[in-house]
Every structure is written in C-alpha cells, then in structure tokens.
C-alpha cells in the first residue's frame, strides 16, 4: 500500500525557516517524480515543487522561487521542502504527492500544517 | 498565468447527474491531454479520480467520468450519491508554470 506521511509542520515567524519532511512507502520511491502542493486555509489548492527522481531537477512556483528548495533522500525514501524567508502568505497545509506523469499527482499524504504569524 | 475557471458550486439529488467545467487556454487544458481531476472531502487530502482528461485510476467508480472539447474539460458524475459531496480540483500541464490548477468547484447533494 502506497503511503505518504508529512511532518515538520508548525508555527513559525516571519522571515523565518522550516523545513517540512514527507516519508514514503509502498512502492519504489526512486522510480518517481514527487511534488509538493500546499492549500491555504479555506482556499484551493496551489503546486508548490517538484523533484525529478535522481533530484537532478527542480522546479518552483514563481511565488517560492529563491525562499524554498526541495529535495529528496532517496537511501531514506524521504522528501523535504526547506523554507526560508517565511511569509504570512505561505501559511497552508502542505502535502507531498506522488507524480503519475505530467503533474498529475496519483497518491497524497495527509498533510502537515504551516503557520506562519507573529 | 490564472486559475482553470471552474464554478464556485453545483448542486444535485441523489441519482442525478452533474457535470463540473473547466475552463482554461491553449495554453493548457487545450493543448494538453494532461487534464485531471481531484476530490477533497473536508479535513481530507485530495484524491485522483481522473487523469489524461478521461482515464479512472483503479479503484474509483465509474461514475465518474472525465472529457475535453477545446479549451474546456468536464467531469461528470452519474447517479450522485451522498458520499460524493466533497470539493472538486481539476488541474492542467502547461509548459508556461508547469502545472495549474482551478480554483475548485463545491458539489452539493441535495
């Protein structure tokens, strides 16, 4: 059974940093492209990140773009979101999921919760 | 780049069926059979129920069905249950931002 579980979530201050963990099982994580998408509170849902499976490629919303880096530990099965320069704007749940192909994302993990207020 | 259009909310009774829009560009839903669509029920993480503009991952029910005509995709749900009311994403490749999603549609069953 594919599982994705987050952590790492909590309150921060502004200009501040975090890093957020996703650790995956079930199926060969080196096989897949693995994302981050994050839903402010009450609001939709935005993509964040992704990483290409050897972590050889990155991409970012333009939102992130210099603040956040995502990565991956492939010997672990695990991957990370660091935030730095934190905004009030980036509170969210943030999920990890797993990339089907193309952006489209097959599995989810629950979510873990940022808050980002003084 | 903007969200994919989607209405703020739809509405059906149980056995009903109800189709959700998704409107977007060339750019994206138009130009791409990278359309799909997702189901978050509150509290919950989103869950994949069509991907490819028409394909059902294992394990979701048929009732759900994806298409696309132009710039436009839909998602139709066939013999509404209650368990289906929930919020509704559908999302596009671009080669522009990567990746969009809609702003959400909430489906109501009466």
């Known amino acids: 059974e594919v599982q994705l579980v987050e952590s790492g979530g909590g309150l921060v201050q502004p200009g501040g940093s975090l890093t957020v963990s996703c650790a995956a099982s079930g199926f060969t994580f080196s096989n897949y492209w693995m994302t981050w998408v994050r839903q402010a509170p009450g609001k939709g849902l935005q993509w964040v990140a992704i990483v290409k499976q050897d972590g050889s490629e990155k991409y970012y919303v333009d939102s992130v773009k210099g603040r956040f880096t995502i990565s991956r530990d492939n010997a672990k099965n695990s991957l990370y979101l660091q935030m730095n320069s934190l905004r009030v704007e980036d509170t969210a749940i943030y999920y990890c999921?797993?990339?089907?192909?193309?952006?489209?994302?097959?599995?989810w993990g629950q979510g873990t919760l940022v808050t980002v207020s003084s | 780049q903007s969200a994919l259009t989607q209405p703020a909310s739809v509405s059906g009774s149980p056995g009903q069926s109800i189709t959700i829009s998704c409107i977007g560009s060339?750019?994206?839903?138009?130009?791409?059979?990278?359309v799909s669509w997702y189901q978050q029920h509150p509290g919950k993480a989103p869950k994949l129920m069509i991907y490819?503009?028409?394909n059902r991952p294992s394990g979701v029910s048929n009732r759900f069905s994806g298409s696309k005509s132009g710039n436009t995709a839909s998602l139709t749900i066939s013999g509404l249950q209650a368990e289906d009311e929930a919020d509704y994403y559908c999302s596009s490749y671009t080669p522009i931002t990567h990746m969009i999603f809609g702003g959400g549609t909430k489906l109501t069953v009466l």
């Open positions: 490819d503009v028409s």
């Open positions: 999921a797993r990339n089907l192909h193309y952006y489209q994302f097959d599995y």
């Open positions: 060339s750019s994206d839903v138009g130009g791409y059979n990278y």
